[in-house]
């Protein structure tokens, strides 16, 4: 799968230009969203109860920040999952080499950037949206789109000491998505997904006096406008730890 999409400019000025027609824009609270990372494929048969699992996540109210992961790494199997990006399955691999794992399997659930084994069990889904303190970063997110592009603009600020690893990167999501499988371990079966990671940019390193960002992310042509979301979360890359998330939903 080609490399996603997008173009990073980073704005030299300090303050923010005004809102323009179609802008919208959230900040985040002071309590620390949950970020939770799906690592699925198409072509992996134990996967869909996960898929399921994940588009349960309350979104409303901004407690679950969910970010689905294909990975490529099952695609020999004899179906092609076209939301898998071998990026994706590196960001698993990474993730797993932090954790000390031996190797990277699916579906695999990460809560904030910590293993979430439990998906599966009864009462999890409101386990992964309990609140879990106070938050590490501060996030204060606007979109503005056009036909054929979102344009990101983000600031973070660090809140916790330490954190000298923090990095700002930020998804484009797509929901309501689904594939008939023709091939492979789900040969038949009508899969169903919610909250697909179309892009994800890195846009650099957090302090603590954040200064703004922006991302411009190209629509693919099989993308649905009204279906997408934008996630911006601050991730410590040394040790994986996400201090905040923050995920914003405009009409096109």
């Not at 999409?5 to 802008?23: D, S, T, Y």
């Not at 649905?224 to 905040?244: H, I, K, N, W, Y």
Request: aromatic residues 8%; contains cysteine.
């Amino acid at each position: 799968m080609p490399a996603p999409r997008f173009l990073i400019a980073f704005l030299a000025a300090a303050m923010a230009a005004p809102a323009a027609a179609g802008e919208c824009g959230a900040r985040s609270g002071a309590a620390r969203a949950a970020l939770v990372e799906l690592y699925t494929s198409e072509g992996c048969n134990s996967c869909p109860p996960a898929d399921r699992w994940f588009s349960q996540l309350a979104v409303a109210d901004g407690g679950v920040v969910p970010l689905a992961f294909h990975v490529d790494y099952w695609d020999h199997l004899g179906w092609k999952d076209r939301f898998a990006s071998r990026a994706w399955s590196a960001r698993q691999r990474e993730a797993v080499r932090r954790a000390g794992a031996r190797y990277a399997y699916t579906p695999q659930v990460m809560r904030n950037g910590r293993d979430f084994p439990r998906w599966s069990r009864s009462g999890s889904l409101a386990e992964a949206a309990a609140g879990d303190g106070p938050a590490g970063a501060s996030i204060a997110l606007s979109l503005q789109s056009s036909p054929a592009s979102v344009t990101v603009t983000a600031e973070a600020g660090t809140l916790a000491p330490g954190a000298a690893g923090a990095r700002l990167l930020v998804a484009v999501t797509e929901s309501g998505l689904a594939t008939e499988v023709k091939a492979g371990e789900n040969r038949g079966e009508r899969l169903a997904h919610d909250h697909v990671v179309r892009a994800l940019a890195d846009l650099g390193p957090v302090a603590a006096a954040g200064d703004p960002r922006r991302g411009v992310f190209a629509i693919g042509r099989d993308w649905s406008r009204a279906a997408l979301a934008v996630t911006a979360f601050v991730q410590d890359t040394r040790t994986g730890e996400v201090l905040q998330a923050l995920r914003l939903s405009c009409p096109p």
